[in-house]
């Protein structure tokens, strides 16, 4: 039977049960964390394109577009997370 | 101030319209004004070292970035603890002072606008106490 969970601010996400990934799979994981650290400060940020949803419209954004411009980029877990 | 703000997460953007239309012009009049960014895989949070694999989301991570796109701050909080606004309009603030001066002043510890602002150089070493009271932070 299904359990029911309490939602918290993280979004819920579920994952594989049971068969271990093989090895090989876990050293690409190990691979990919070393080239994904923080940025750094005095860096340039890295520019990007994204979908985005504003002023009901959908629109591509680019971070590159904004330069000239004061940016705040905020990240969050997900629509609805309560904070 | 003229900040352009700019927020991400894994959502698609249906998902952000119907947060958006939904629950947060419930609370904003007119909804959020700026621009919702889908990163659905979380490939940009990646880039800015944010995204959590493990849960597959991004952290409240916060960056602050320049007219030459160029990173001054950021800040990374988990999920459940919410940011302080006035602290991220606070920095901007000090760091559009900064730019202004060309790089000749700096902003002490808590210092808002209108507070003291040091000029570093020779003659300040040393000498910060005689212009910057440590009480002002408070303040």
Same mark, same amino acid.
């Given at each position: 039977m299904a359990e029911e969970f309490k939602p918290g601010c993280a979004r819920p996400t579920g994952g594989p049960v049971g068969e271990k990934p093989k090895k090989e799979v876990e050293k690409e994981i190990v691979i990919v964390k070393k080239e994904t650290g923080m940025i750094k400060v005095g860096q340039k940020a890295p520019d990007f394109t994204a979908p985005a949803f504003h002023k009901d419209k959908f629109v591509n954004v680019k971070l590159s577009d904004y330069l000239g411009k004061w940016v705040v980029l905020c990240f969050y877990p997900g629509d609805f997370t309560f904070v | 101030m003229g900040v352009e703000v700019l927020s991400m997460s894994v959502d698609s953007v249906f998902v952000h319209k119907m947060w958006n239309d939904n629950e947060i012009k419930k609370m904003v009049k007119g909804g959020v004004p700026y621009a919702m960014m889908s990163d659905g895989g @979380? %490939? &940009?949070?990646?880039?800015?070292?944010?995204y959590d694999e493990n849960a597959g989301v991004e952290t409240r991570g916060r960056f602050i970035i320049d007219p030459d796109g160029v990173v001054q701050g950021y800040e990374v909080l988990t999920p459940p603890v919410g940011r302080n606004v006035s602290e991220? !309009?606070?920095? &901007? *603030?000090?760091? *559009?002072?900064?730019?202004?001066?060309? @790089?000749? %002043?700096?902003?002490?510890?808590? $210092?808002? #606008? @209108?507070?003291?602002?040091?000029? #570093?150089? !020779?003659?300040?070493? @040393? %000498? &910060?106490?005689?212009? $910057? +009271?440590?009480?002002?932070? +408070? %303040?």
């Open positions: - | @979380g %490939k &940009v949070g990646t880039l800015y070292g944010i991220t !309009i606070r920095q &901007v *603030q000090a760091f *559009q002072l900064v730019r202004e001066s060309k @790089g000749t %002043k700096a902003t002490p510890s808590g $210092w808002k #606008p @209108g507070k003291t602002v040091l000029s #570093p150089g !020779i003659n300040l070493v @040393g %000498k &910060v106490w005689e212009v $910057w +009271d440590v009480k002002e932070e +408070d %303040k």
